[in-house]
């Protein structure tokens, strides 16, 4: 089944730009979809599709994949953007979810 | 405007079963393609997904779960209700359920309930 790898951590000043990285072992045809969770709430879905960005989600936020990598970059970082953040793709061959082990971005 | 709340105890003893309930609007799960799932986050933990329900009633199940697990959807009332028999203080966690639209295939959990955080402890 899928494995996603993620960095447990990720520190960024202020105004710089933050890449979070996803590492699965067989992205294939999947696509990947990355959420943010502030302390204490619930998750948030920042990039569906691989790059697209739901309604309402700053155009500071975007998504790649490459081969068995996925990034969420996230430009011009503001304190707020403090959170957790996991990646997350639906394995098809068995038939269900799988999330990565989730980032701590830091904004220092 | 969808959303979604779970509810249910706060506070099982070890080998009980926790029943949780995810009560939603903004949606219907007879619609084709809606599904509801659960998720869960053990304190200072990644996310671990559960389980799903799907609108034609089929239902999946996390596999190291699955003899534990059991979800059912009541679609009149708006609920999904998952149970976890044989509770273990290792399964104190947040629990979230989530909208989910598989119209598209592997589509993400584009809504979340607020979560119900559930300890198991004697």
């Known amino acids: 089944s899928h494995v996603l790898t993620q960095p447990p951590s990720v520190s960024v000043a202020p105004g710089k730009t933050a890449r979070i990285s996803c590492g699965g072992n067989?992205?294939?045809?999947?696509?990947v979809h990355w959420y943010q969770q502030r302390p204490g709430q619930a998750p948030v879905l920042v990039i569906h599709?691989?790059?697209d960005r739901p309604s309402g989600i700053p155009e500071r936020f975007s998504g790649s994949k490459s081969g068995n990598t996925a990034a969420l970059t996230i430009s011009r970082v503001e304190a707020g953007d403090e959170a957790d953040y996991y990646c997350q793709v639906w394995d098809i061959s068995s038939d269900h979810p799988v999330f990565g082990g989730g980032t701590k971005l830091t904004v220092l | 405007q969808i959303t979604l709340k779970e509810s249910g105890p706060t506070l099982v003893k070890p080998t009980q079963t926790l029943t949780l309930t995810c009560t939603f609007s903004g949606f219907s799960l007879s619609t084709s393609g809606v599904s509801v799932g659960w998720i869960r986050q053990p304190p200072s933990r990644a996310l671990e997904w559960l389980a799903v329900?799907?609108?034609?009633?089929?239902?999946r199940y996390n596999p190291s779960l699955k003899s534990r697990l059991t979800i059912t959807k009541d679609t009149s009332r708006n609920q999904v209700v998952i149970t976890v028999t044989n509770m273990d203080p290792v399964d104190t966690a947040t629990y979230f359920c989530?909208?989910?639209?598989?119209?598209?295939?592997?589509?993400?959990?584009?809504?979340w309930g607020p979560g119900a955080l559930v300890t198991v402890s004697s």
């Open positions: 067989n992205f294939g045809s999947n696509s």
């Open positions: 989530a909208h989910n639209d598989i119209s598209v295939a592997g589509a993400p959990f584009d809504f």
């Open positions: 329900v799907y609108w034609d009633d089929d239902k």
């Open positions: 599709y691989n790059s």
